[in-house]
């Protein structure tokens, strides 16, 4: 049987902003991205991921670095907290948390794509095949994800499975799709050998709480992407009841 999401319905709460962002769809040109992906404690996945979602076996989150040059809002970075969790029957990636570099990521995040974030550092730093990304935020939070000796892929071994989040939707809580494929790929890299290491901040917070436990992969990428508009996931034809 599968294990469900301990976050309920009815804690699920509208997250909007009445910021001047500007809306979505977005075109965030050459952003690098670089993502890991590490086992977690089985607990830890349950009580971050709500109830009409189920975890994955081995429980697994990812943390995604995004350097972003230009924006409507101008150059930021962002990190965000991912847990793995299945619905209807298709993989997805639940935001769990997000660090962001500026006042108007943060307010872009609530308005147009309803998470929150928080702002903090990120820094990003390549060195040939050798990527490391820092990540500081509240009470001494510290966050390392260090790629070495990454390996040059092919543009198409660049994927990733679709960013959701829960908002209250036409029947109850949803889950909302916030991501689209990259348009392009320019660049692309796995490293196996990526340590991701965390220290300081809140010991019952989520950065500490989804902590790695054993590095699975990362990928690298040098990508166009864009960032649309929130659309709730609905059943495929033949897949009905709603269930994970």
Not at 49 to 71: E, F, K, L, Q
Not at 100 to 126: F, K, L, M, P
């Amino acid at each position: 049987m599968p294990e469900f999401g301990r976050i309920p319905n009815d804690a699920i709460e509208a997250v909007k902003s009445n910021g001047a962002a500007p809306p979505a769809p977005w075109t965030l040109d050459s952003a690098s991205v670089q993502m890991a992906t590490f086992e977690v404690d089985v607990d830890a996945a349950l009580d971050h991921m709500p109830t009409i979602a189920a975890r994955p076996a081995p429980s697994y989150a990812r943390i995604v670095v995004m350097d972003v040059p230009d924006s409507p809002i101008g150059a930021y970075r962002e990190a965000l907290l991912l847990v793995s969790c299945r619905y209807l029957m298709l993989p997805r990636q639940y935001v769990v948390a997000s660090i962001v570099t500026s006042e108007a990521a943060r307010e872009a995040n609530a308005q147009n794509w309803h998470y929150r974030s928080i702002t903090g550092e990120i820094d990003w730093q390549r060195d040939g095949e050798s990527f490391t990304s820092t990540i500081r935020g509240p009470e001494g939070l510290e966050l390392t994800v260090a790629s070495r000796n990454a390996q040059g892929t092919a543009p198409a071994s660049i994927r990733y499975d679709p960013l959701v989040v829960a908002q209250p939707g036409s029947e109850g809580a949803a889950l909302f799709t916030i991501s689209a494929d990259p348009d392009a790929v320019h660049e692309g890299w796995i490293a196996v050998d990526t340590e991701v290491r965390t220290s300081g901040g809140d010991a019952k917070g989520p950065w500490r709480r989804l902590r790695s436990r054993n590095p699975i992969t990362c990928t690298i990428a040098v990508q166009d992407m864009r960032r649309p508009e929130p659309e709730e996931v609905q059943a495929a034809a033949g897949v009905g009841g709603g269930l994970p």
